[in-house]
C-alpha cells in the first residue's frame, strides 16, 4: 500500500511532481512493484490525478475519503475488504525503495520474537550534522533488541557528553503491519505526542505497542521539500529510464 495524498502540508503537490519523466508517485509504484516481493501493490490516495497516474502505467489505486490525518489512517480504510496477512506501507515520497529496504522488514514476522510484534520499520544512520538537525528527518532510538523506544523530529539521542559515541538513526517511511495491527491502528485515537511531532508511529507507541526497527545502510532520498526533488533528479540523470 502506497499512500498519496496530493495536499502535503510542506510540498504540496509534490507526489505529481516530474522525476525524469514520471511523476514521483509514479517511479514510487514501480520500484516497489519491481522488488518482486508482494502479490499486490496499490496506491492509496484521495485524488483523483494522482489515481489516474497509476492507472494510466496499468497499476492499481484505490480511493479513500479526504479527511485521514496520517497516511495509515488511510491505508486503514483501503484494507478494509482486503483479504491479506501483512500489509506494508511505502510513503509514496520514497522513490528510490528497493527489495533491500523491504525484504528485512517482512522477515521480522517470521523470527522468534515475532509474536510480539505489532509493526515493524526500518532506520539507517544519519551521517552529517544537518542531517541530524534537519526536521524533515524523522530520527528514532531503540533499546537492546531494536524495538523502538521514541521517534522525533528533534535530535535523538541529545549527545551531552561529546566523548561516548553514538549513532543517530533515521526513520525511513517503510512500515509493515499485521493486518488487525493496522486496522486497529485507525481506532486508537491520536495522542499529545502525536500530534505535536506529527509523526504517526508515534501513536503505536503510546498505546503500548511493539514497533520492532530493522537497520538499513540505503541512505536513498525521500521528498520532502522542493530541494529534495532536485537532489532526485540529479541522482535520476545517469540512470536509464524504466
Known sequence: MIPARYGASRFPGKMMKDLAGKPVIVRTYESTVATELFDA???VTDNEEI???ITVVGGKAIITREDHVCGSDRIAEAVQNIDCDIVVNVQGDEPFTTKEDLEPVLKVFYDNDAARIDLASV???????EEIVNPNNVKVIVDAQAYALYFSRSPLPFVRDKEIMTTTYKHKGIYAFRRQAILDFAQLPMQALEAAEKIECIRFLEHGRKIKMVKSTNSAIGID?????QKAINLYKPRADV
Open 41 to 43: 501493490v496499490y496506491v
Open 123 to 129: 532506520m539507517t544512520p544519519l551521517e552529517t550534522e
Open 51 to 53: 489515481a489516474n497516474a
Open 225 to 229: 521539500t522542493p530541494e529534495d526533488l
